[in-house]
């Protein structure tokens, strides 16, 4: 193992599951490092939200372990959100709030040494400064996805997760998005959850998971 961010399962074999007739990830084993991109792809229900969710530290598998390496230094589950950054859809912010009152209390939250400056350098790289001081309630699906992404950036992290980023976006949106993966990339580890044929360019590696998906008896 380098010194590079690198994300690693080994050993005893990864595995998770959801329920007895529920499919989830299925006795995995990699090792990626920095710098570049990973498609994660699979068929809906094969894992790959499940996988990022695991790495970022967000839920224990069933069997096996992973483990998350910066700085020359193994990062445990519970001190993972130092080093990662993820944008899934399931994250949800304050409608109330402005985006810039939302990511300021997640960096203050993180205590981060500027927060206001961290918040508006995040929003200006997802295309969001202009509407930056709008209420998240006004915001359409596209722009709540721009701000998932920002949200994963706050802290500027060596690793990256982005779980089908592309969702709800438009060509702008979307450019963003290459964007973020570009820049990202070239100094860090990003791995990305997806079967969009256009984010899957964007890689230089993929992973393709062995599950058979919903419905799957096994």
């Known amino acids: 193992m380098t010194d590079a961010p690198a994300v690693r399962v080994g050993g005893s074999k990864l595995s998770h599951r959801y329920g007895r007739r529920t499919t989830g990830v299925r006795e995995l084993e990699f090792e990626f490092t920095a710098p570049g991109t990973v498609a994660v792809t699979g068929p809906n229900g094969s894992g790959k939200s499940t ?37 899934a859809p399931e994250l949800s912010f304050y409608e109330e709030f402005t985006a810039t009152e939302n990511l300021v209390f997640a960096a203050e939250a993180r205590g981060l040494e500027a927060p206001a400056r961290a918040a508006a350098a ?24 721009r701000l998932r992404l920002a949200f994963a950036l706050l802290h500027e992290p060596p690793i990256l997760l982005l779980d089908e980023p592309g969702s709800h976006l438009d060509e702008s949106g979307r450019e963003a998005v290459r964007g973020v993966v570009a820049r990202h990339a070239a100094r860090g580890l990003v791995l990305l959850a997806t079967n969009d044929p256009e984010e899957i360019r964007l890689a230089g590696r993929q992973m393709e998971l062995r599950g058979h998906g919903l419905g799957d008896p096994s």
């Open 51 to 87: 996988l990022l969710r695991i790495l970022a530290g967000l839920l224990r598998p069933s069997a096996g372990s992973s483990s998350v390496h910066v700085g020359g230094r193994e990062h445990p589950p519970a001190a993972r959100r130092e080093v990662l950054g993820l944008a």
């Open 122 to 145: 995040a929003l200006d790289g997802v295309g969001l400064a202009g509407r930056a001081a709008d209420r998240v309630a006004s915001y359409s699906s596209g722009m709540k996805q």
